[in-house]
């Protein structure tokens, strides 16, 4: 396997509702062993409602500001510097309810689920704000990793 590099000149930037993603590492850089997705989230943006993955799990990182996640119990707050695991299976959203930018890494491993996001991506850059039960249709072909 070669090095997968993407200088700031490769990221891919896509339009989100209430933010925006970048694509950091894709499947295509690392051999399907990871994606990392860069998200930032507006001041009072929903950044994905409670869903469940069960082809990955999903790990963040807080770079800035805040960002609450809705856990199985309770809201977890975490800042900037912080972070949290998602296993698979496990159902989670995730908004930022404060009145400034938040920003977080976003890891998923296995990789392929950057493609969904390039998929909401391309609704949101048509000028359609995807519905929830879109989303979650969306979200069902992503229930395996093309790498596994």
């Known amino acids: 396997m070669t090095l997968g590099v993407r200088r700031a000149g490769d990221v891919e930037r896509l339009p989100a509702v209430g933010g925006w993603y970048e ?42 500001g805040e960002i609450t996640f809705d856990t199985t119990g309770d809201d977890v ?18 908004r930022n309810d404060t009145g400034s930018v938040a920003r977080c890494l976003m890891v998923f491993t296995p ?12 609704m949101v850059a048509a000028g359609h704000e995807p519905t929830a039960a879109e989303l979650d249709e969306l979200r069902a072909g992503f229930r395996t990793s093309r790498w596994e």
């Open 77 to 94: 707050v975490v800042g900037a510097g912080g972070s949290l695991a998602v296993p698979r299976g496990t159902p989670h959203g995730f």
């Open 23 to 64: 694509i950091r590492l894709a499947g295509t850089d690392t051999g399907g062993r990871l994606a990392v997705v860069e998200l930032t989230l507006e001041a009072g943006a929903l950044g994905a409602a409670p869903h469940v993955h069960h082809g990955h799990e999903e790990d963040f990182v807080v770079l800035d």
């Open 111 to 122: 990789a392929g689920y950057e493609d969904y996001f390039r998929e909401v991506s391309r």
